[in-house]
């Protein structure tokens, strides 16, 4: 079945350091991709998401590009803040994307520090 | 333009009683669907729901239900409640198939 794999946390790194967080996905197709965010406390935010292989989906400073070749959707950030920290999704649709279902990761906490 | 609306925010219950809670889509939105977050399952699907129609359902028991009222909002139940149904309840609401989801803050539920 369909399935999403996440680094495993927790992600340490300083101000201003560069981010990655690795996500591979097995799934039926080329469904559309998705990364969402966790605040303490919080739900989930869309951060971003790419419909189609070679996508690049973007938002406040995240790129995360669909590579079909190596089923992988990896976030990035060039210099992470002290606000970034905060628990990460990724996400596909689960099943033949008749519906709105989704299947997660596990989650990839991060932490930064001043 | 309001969010996705989950009340209430905490609720502690007792084993063996049931719970319902609500969740108030995004105005436009007909697509709703529950997830169920904990330490050790990470998000776990619960339903989906389209105009007032359950679309797909997810790997939990009987115990847990749901339904849509034709002005998009839902509830879920939750009955003869266990001490693992201790968790944040989160609901999401969709404009359209493959848009992504706006999330609920959550209900969190302690079974004591």
């Given at each position: 079945?369909?399935?999403?794999?996440?680094?495993?946390?927790?992600?340490?790194?300083?101000?201003?350091?560069?981010?990655?967080?690795?996500?591979?996905?097995?799934?039926?197709?080329?469904?559309?991709?998705?990364?969402?965010?966790?605040?303490?406390?919080?739900?989930?935010?869309?951060?971003?998401?790419?419909?189609?292989?070679?996508?690049?989906?973007?938002?406040?400073?995240?790129?995360?590009?669909?590579?079909?070749?190596?089923?992988?959707?990896?976030?990035?950030?060039?210099?992470?803040?002290?606000?970034?920290?905060?628990?990460?999704?990724?996400?596909?649709?689960?099943?033949?994307?008749?519906?709105?279902?989704?299947?997660?990761?596990?989650?990839?906490?991060?932490?930064?520090?001043? | 333009?309001?969010?996705?609306?989950?009340?209430?925010?905490?609720?502690?219950?007792?084993?063996?009683?049931?719970?319902?809670?609500?969740?108030?889509?995004?105005?436009?939105?007909?697509?709703?669907?529950?997830?169920?977050?904990?330490?050790?399952?990470?998000?776990?699907?619960?339903?989906?729901?389209?105009?007032?129609?359950?679309?797909?359902?997810?790997?939990?028991?009987?115990?847990?239900?749901?339904?849509?009222?034709?002005?998009?909002?839902?509830?879920?139940?939750?009955?003869?409640?266990?001490?693992g149904d201790s968790a944040l309840y989160l609901c999401a609401s969709s404009l359209a198939v493959g848009d992504g989801y706006t999330f609920g803050s959550g209900t969190r539920l302690t079974v004591v």
């Amino acid at each position: 079945g369909d399935s999403v794999t996440q680094m495993e946390g927790p992600v340490t790194l300083s101000e201003e350091a560069f981010l990655t967080i690795n996500c591979t996905y097995t799934a039926t197709g080329y469904p559309s991709l998705f990364w969402y965010v966790q605040y303490p406390g919080e739900g989930l935010q869309l951060l971003l998401k790419a419909t189609k292989a070679d996508d690049k989906g973007s938002n406040k400073g995240f790129e995360a590009t669909y590579r079909k070749e190596t089923t992988s959707f990896h976030l990035e950030k060039g210099s992470v803040q002290v606000s970034d920290s905060a628990v990460y999704f990724c996400a596909l649709p689960k099943g033949n994307n008749a519906g709105n279902m989704l299947t997660f990761g596990g989650g990839t906490r991060l932490m930064v520090k001043p | 333009k309001a969010g996705v609306t989950q009340t209430p925010r905490y609720l502690i219950k007792t084993r063996g009683q049931q719970v319902t809670l609500s969740c108030s889509p995004i105005s436009g939105h007909r697509s709703v669907s529950w997830y169920q977050q904990t330490p050790g399952q990470g998000l776990q699907f619960l339903f989906e729901y389209f105009s007032e129609t359950q679309r797909n359902k997810g790997n939990f028991p009987g115990r847990f239900s749901g339904r849509q009222f034709s002005n998009s909002r839902s509830e879920m139940n939750v009955s003869t409640l266990e001490l693992g149904d201790s968790a944040l309840y989160l609901c999401a609401s969709s404009l359209a198939v493959g848009d992504g989801y706006t999330f609920g803050s959550g209900t969190r539920l302690t079974v004591v």
